[in-house]
Each structure stands twice: as C-alpha cells, then as structure tokens.
C-alpha cells in the first residue's frame, strides 16, 4: 500500500528542520536536549521508528556501572592500561553526568553498589581476581578517590538451590530506572520545545549542496543537519561504520519472597546480570553462550537462551516454581574494540553510536559531545 506525505504533511512537518536526530534512544535524545539549549532559535526534531525506542534504551537492565573486577582484568589482557582507565573514567564521568542532567529522584537512582558475585565452584577465577583487587583499586584511585571494589562479608540470599559463596561489591555504582529514565528524556525534549516523531523509519540520508536529502520511505525532504543516533543499526545509514549488534535477551520473574531489595549483580565477567526490581528478579544475558545466532539486529526469543536463562534463574535465584512473567530482547552496539563512534562524517552528517553494554552510563555525555559538531 502506497501512502506519500500529504502536501500539508510537507509544509508542516517536514519542511524547515535545522537539524534532525535519527534514533530516540539515550544518545539521541541527550544530542537533541543539548543541541537545542545549544541554539533555542533552531528546529530540532527526533525521529524513530518503533512507539518508545527499539534498540536498547527501553530494554536495558538499568545498571548504573562502570566495570566489574573480571570485566576489567578481562579488559586488560587485550587492552593497555591507560585504554581500561579511559573507558572506566568516561564511564564514571558519564554517570555522574546522567544524574545531574535528569536528577536522582526522577530516574529512581539506587546508589546500591554493583556486586560480582562467585559460585561454589568458582574458585580459580574467584583467588585470580581478589589477588588483583589492590592492584585494581590503586590504579582506580585516580578516577574515583575512593577504594572502588571491596571484598564482601555477607553474601546477599538469593532463593535458588545453589547459594553465591563469594562476592565483590564496587561500591560507587547503582541502578536507575529504565522506563523512567528514558520518560524523563522525553518530557525534557517536550518542556524544552523539540519535536519527536514515532513510528519514522529513515531508509537512507545523502548529503547534497545545500543540505541533507532524508529518504522517508514514503517521500524525499530536505534538512539542514543530520545526526545519525541509531546504534546497532547504524550500518543501514552509514554504511562505512563498523558497528556490529548483538542481542540480549532479557526476563523477569513474578515477585520472589525475600530477595534483596535492591543492587545490582554480575555473573562470569558481566555477561549474566541480574537485579531485584519491585519485588522481581530482572536477569539477562549468555549473549556469549551462543554468539554466532545473537550476532544480529533481529529482535527475537531463542530456546538456548531462554533454558539457559531459566536454568540460572532457578539454581541461584529463586525457587522453581517461580513464574516468569516477562521476557524480551534488546540489541546492542559492538564494535572490534569498546571505543565509541563519535564524528562527523560529511560536513552536515554527524553519528554517534557503538555504545556497547555501558550506554546508560555514558549515553548522555555522548549526546552532549554531539552537540559540540554542530557549527551554528
Ligand atoms: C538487554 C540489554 C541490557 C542492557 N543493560 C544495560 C545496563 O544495565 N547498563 C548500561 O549501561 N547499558 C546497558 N545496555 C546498553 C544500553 O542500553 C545501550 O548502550 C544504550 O541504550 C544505547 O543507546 P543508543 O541511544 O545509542 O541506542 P538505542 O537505544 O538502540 O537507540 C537507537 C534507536 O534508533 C532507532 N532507529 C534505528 N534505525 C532507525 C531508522 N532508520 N529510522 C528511525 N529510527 C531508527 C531504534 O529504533 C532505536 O530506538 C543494555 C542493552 C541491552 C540490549
């Protein structure tokens, strides 16, 4: 079925945009936010093709974190120690900056500390990582002036058949709100006058002399500058980036008696996480269990992560007869290494995007850096 913009669709909408942000994500909605405090005169306008946003901003787990100790000594057999502690600093610098932007009530900011924590038959791993957790707070010092990781005395009690004998909180991260977060975007964007399209699906942009030609599938219009905000999918609009997605499959179980009430919890160098949200457990990942099939921007439920995720669910954290109530999946940017993509890459296209699995943490420094391209 063929349905072009009406005349009145052009003249209203689609004409006159100063500057338009493909993607309503985190890193976009913090780009239009700054780039319109930037030039209050300017038309800013968000586009995005799904209801809320659909790629990770509104199904992400809402870990406030910067790094776990097996992340980071994972990190550091590939990386220099200067390249940990940059992402570590651009982390932290980022999460401080996501509170001040959207204030620590309206997001539900929990400073509960980010625990890993170290199954019975984790032992290797476990002495591995408290033999270089001096060693990691020394280094850390010079971002957090504080000690980061501590070893823990108590062990949280989680309902499953198996019981976490060991753990390492670090004690400067939190959890957010998700759906909060990401409402509050919103009403900032709508209090502070910039326009958000749903249901937009760009299909290609071409800079031309005098601007930017958006291909909207059911007609051309022009525009004077482009963000390009779309993470995982950024390949489809500039095809040079390289971005690759990656699914993560989430659940989230009816409400368990007696699990902790807040924090947030990482297993096997982050790539199982899980938290207790209003009652319920909140668990995801084993992207790495299966990367070949999650290796893709199809939004989708598969059986090997689903039993893998269930099978975790009821060995350590809740009893078996535990309801699951919801599960979904979100796409993640990845990219050869864990550095973003922030550039211009023609005078009037600007991206920013590849924002792996920290995006909460530095999305909206990133969209204020963003900003920064635009010569007004
Ligand atoms: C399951 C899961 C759990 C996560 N947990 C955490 C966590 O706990 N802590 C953390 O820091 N990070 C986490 N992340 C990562 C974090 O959510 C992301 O890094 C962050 O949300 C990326 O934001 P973004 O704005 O760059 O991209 P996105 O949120 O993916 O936004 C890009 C938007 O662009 C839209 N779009 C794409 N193509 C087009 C087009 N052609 N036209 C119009 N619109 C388009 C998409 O619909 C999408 O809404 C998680 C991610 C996932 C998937």
Request: glycine share 10%; with cysteine.
């Amino acid at each position: 079925m063929s349905k072009e913009f009406s005349y009145w669709e052009y003249a209203s909408y689609l004409k006159g945009i100063d500057v338009l942000i493909i993607g309503g994500g985190i890193v976009g909605m913090s780009a239009a936010l700054h780039l319109k405090r930037k030039s209050p005169k300017a038309r800013v306008v968000v586009v995005e093709r799904d209801p809320f946003s659909a790629g990770a901003s509104t199904k992400n787990a809402g870990f406030a974190c910067f790094g776990s100790p097996t992340e980071l000594l994972d990190d550091l057999e590939t990386m220099s120690e200067g390249e940990v502690l940059g992402l570590v600093e651009r982390r932290f610098r980022g999460l401080s900056y996501l509170r001040q932007l959207l204030g620590e009530n309206e997001i539900d900011y929990q400073a509960s500390g980010g625990v890993e924590l170290f199954a019975p038959n984790d032992n290797d791993s476990w002495s591995n990582t408290v033999e270089k957790l001096d060693y990691l707070n020394r280094i850390l010092f010079e971002i957090t002036k504080s000690e980061t990781y501590k070893v823990l005395s108590e062990i949280p009690a989680w309902k499953g058949k198996i019981r976490f004998t060991k753990g390492i909180v670090n004690v400067l991260e939190g959890a957010i709100d998700t759906g909060k977060m990401h409402r509050r975007f919103s009403d900032l964007l709508r209090s502070e006058s910039v326009e958000f399209f749903h249901g937009m699906n760009v299909k290609s942009i071409e800079e031309v002399s005098d601007g930017v030609e958006v291909n909207w599938g059911n007609g051309y219009s022009k525009v004077s500058q482009v963000f390009v905000c779309t993470n995982a999918f950024a390949k489809q609009l500039v095809p040079s980036l390289d971005v690759r997605p990656a699914r993560n499959q989430v659940i989230v179980t009816a409400p368990v008696e007696g699990i902790p009430d807040q924090g947030t919890f990482h297993y096997d160098k982050g790539y199982v996480y899980f938290r207790p949200i209003h009652g319920r457990i909140l668990l995801g990942g084993f992207r790495h269990m299966d990367r070949l099939t999650e290796s893709t921007d199809e939004f989708g439920l598969t059986d090997t992560i689903q039993h893998m995720l269930e099978a975790f669910l009821y060995e350590y954290l809740a009893p078996e007869t535990t309801p699951i109530e919801y599960r979904w999946s979100g796409i993640l940017g990845l990219g050869p290494d864990k550095t973003t993509i922030v550039k211009s890459v023609s005078p009037r296209i600007h991206v920013g995007v590849r924002m792996g699995g920290m995006g909460v943490a530095i999305g909206s420094e990133i969209g204020r850096e963003l900003s920064k391209l635009w010569i007004c």
